[in-house]
């Protein structure tokens, strides 16, 4: 395994024995918002706010040290709020609210293709194999992807609202209502490729503990998926 490792180039070498690893990163984001209204008559109107924002980034070092396992964020965020304003008269005005929110999140995808645990030799079945399982050595040197993907969060929340607004005297009254809906789609992989650890446990050097496959630890998990939904309910006065 070590000897598939090194022909792939994944390991670093240097002549002094240190590295100093440079790489570029990216970070470009667009953003929106614009509002319509119109008004209907003189007691009705109807205002539309829609806004989002797009970014992505690339990430040289998300969890080696050294370059060649770089990973990308991509996230796109859409809000839409639809508002009807209602005037019964000078002391009575209803408003009602119509709001959805999405985040679709795109975490710390490789880059590039790499190849599986498999092609190196390890017997590992990774739920989403999608590089070399990482590895860990006491000197600071790091090689594979990020833990914390390739992972996809996206939630959406839609609500509904209405609340009415009485004058009266020298008091001023408002009540109303309103219920929201939630939920959450996300696929984490953590650690999906497997992480070996070695910090010369077994022959007191951590690279040779490398050489003859002898990790000090080795950390694996699947690929977990979440289906939340929630409701909730609410009124005031």
Do not use: C
């Not at 939630?155 to 209405?162: E, G, L, V, W």
């Amino acid at each position: 395994v070590a000897q598939n490792y090194i022909k792939a180039g994944l390991i670093p070498t240097s002549p002094s024995g240190l590295l100093a690893p440079v790489s570029s990163a990216t970070d470009n984001r667009d953003e929106l918002i614009t509002k319509f209204d119109f008004l209907l008559n003189e007691k009705d109107r109807l205002a539309l706010t829609l806004g989002g924002d797009r970014y992505t980034q690339l990430s040289p070092f998300p969890f080696a040290t050294v370059p060649g396992f770089a990973s990308d964020n991509k996230n796109s965020d859409s809000f839409g709020n639809l508002a009807y304003t209602r005037t019964f008269s000078p002391n009575l005005l209803n408003e009602a609210h119509l709001v959805f929110q999405r985040n679709d999140f795109k975490q710390d995808r490789p880059a590039e293709i790499m190849p599986a645990p498999s092609t190196f030799g390890f017997g590992i079945t990774p739920d989403n194999p999608t590089g070399p399982p990482n590895l860990l050595f006491d000197t600071g040197l790091a090689t594979g992807l990020s833990e914390n993907g390739p992972t996809r969060l996206v939630s959406n929340t839609i609500q509904f609202t209405d609340a009415v607004s009485w004058v009266r005297g020298h008091h001023t009254w408002k009540f109303g209502g309103g219920v929201s809906a939630y939920q959450n789609n996300t696929v984490y992989d953590f650690i999906i490729n497997g992480e070996f650890d070695f910090f010369g446990d077994y022959t007191g050097n951590s690279y040779a503990d490398f050489l003859v496959g002898l990790p000090s630890a080795y950390f694996q998990a699947p690929a977990a998926g979440s289906n939340i939904r929630s409701k909730n309910f609410y009124t005031f006065l």
